[in-house]
């Protein structure tokens, strides 16, 4: 079984930065790519990065150039730089892993905030 925890949240305030990791234990079967998600109140859950197993990454459109992804593969780890963070920021943030067999698995996890 894989377990994902997630650390780093927080509440900071605009222009502030904060750092998410998310490390994974248990067996998986050939990692495929590593992200991160979020979810605002009452709005769904969207990709907000994500990172192949050979280090392809992908950034949705409002966070470029502000987030930053990145892994560790000997702890089968990702982590979340973000810069520059603004109000809309603000949500429960969730990583996730993949495996070569099509399984997803998510943490639990971790509030950002930013607000004045």
């Known amino acids: 079984q894989v377990r994902l925890v997630e650390s780093g949240g927080g509440l900071v305030q605009p222009g502030g930065s904060l750092r998410l990791s998310c490390t994974a234990s248990g067996t998986i079967f050939r990692l495929n790519a590593m992200g991160w998600y979020r979810q605002a109140p009452e709005k769904q859950r969207e990709l907000v990065a994500s990172i192949t197993s050979g280090g392809t990454t992908n950034y949705a459109d409002s966070v470029k150039g502000r987030f930053t992804i990145s892994k560790a593969n000997a702890k089968i780890t990702v982590n979340l730089q973000m810069n520059s963070l603004k109000p809309e920021d603000t949500a429960v943030y969730y990583c996730?892993?993949?495996?070569?067999?099509?399984?997803?698995?998510w943490g639990q996890g971790t509030q950002v905030g930013v607000s004045s």
């Open positions: 996730c892993i993949d495996d070569a067999l099509g399984n997803r698995n």
